[in-house]
């Protein structure tokens, strides 16, 4: 990787781990998933009149994408984030490149290695940690949710490799333009007060959607899809370890979050469980 791609691996991890602070303001000005809803239309609006049509054969694989990466990983994170904390949820949300892992195996033909195996146990024991505070009953949900996104989000980037290769913008627009009906119904069906926050809600939510969807949504994701492109992934990959940081900095810095020492322990196992993940074995000689 050039000077300039590892800058803008490094940029991606740091503008992701701020959306952490930022999604947890923008979930108290507005429902949660009502303001997931408002993310997708955002995007959807300035990237789809740009873009081509998804192909007729490509049409099934970015619905079934759109429902585990727009409805079911955003769905789950955002409701997770808004009762737990970003710190917790930064960590967690790590699992889903273990998750991926194991998904590859059956759907993609790639066998884990050993290492992968080990890391993945780790990154499990990480979460526990996590899990087992003194109040149990009230960090186990979120921290739940929060995994259920990063199993969700494992599953689309299955998806998108099996059926791939995508646009970027194309898949990013039009995924994001199918999430908003499953996203609104959900949001009409579970939460109140949609129409009565925009309204309510102050320069603060307002911010915190125009960052998700400029920042956090086409800049993040334009930079990310264009590594992808140019670097393999066992190059791009390892930068996601990063973002945690980030968040947990951020989370500390701007939410007052305490960086508590269970926290700082399974934070630790759960990164380096996914940091033992991306080795790959030594070829063995002839």
Known sequence: MSAFQLFCAVTVQLLWGFQFVVIKVGVTEFPP????????????????????????AQVGPVMAISVFLGGLNFGLFYVGLQLGSGSMSAVAYQLATPFTILLAWPLLAERPSLASAGGVVLAFAGVIVLAAAPNLAVSVLPLMLVVGAAFAFAVSNVLTKRYGPFEPLMLMGWTSLLTVPQVLAMSFVLERGQMASLSLADHRGWFALAYTVFIGGIVGFGLWFWLIARSSMNRVAPFGLLLPVFAVMSSAFFLGEPVT??????????????????????????
Do not use: H
Request: charged content about 10%; overall charge positive.
């Open 261 to 286: 020492i269970r926290l700082a322990a399974g934070g630790l196992l759960a990164i380096a469980g996914v940091a033992i993940t991306q080795f790959k074995p030594a070829p063995r000689s002839a």
């Open 33 to 56: 998933l009502f303001f997931l809803a408002l993310r997708f239309l955002g995007v959807a609006l300035l990237l789809v009149p740009l873009v081509k049509r998804p192909a007729p």
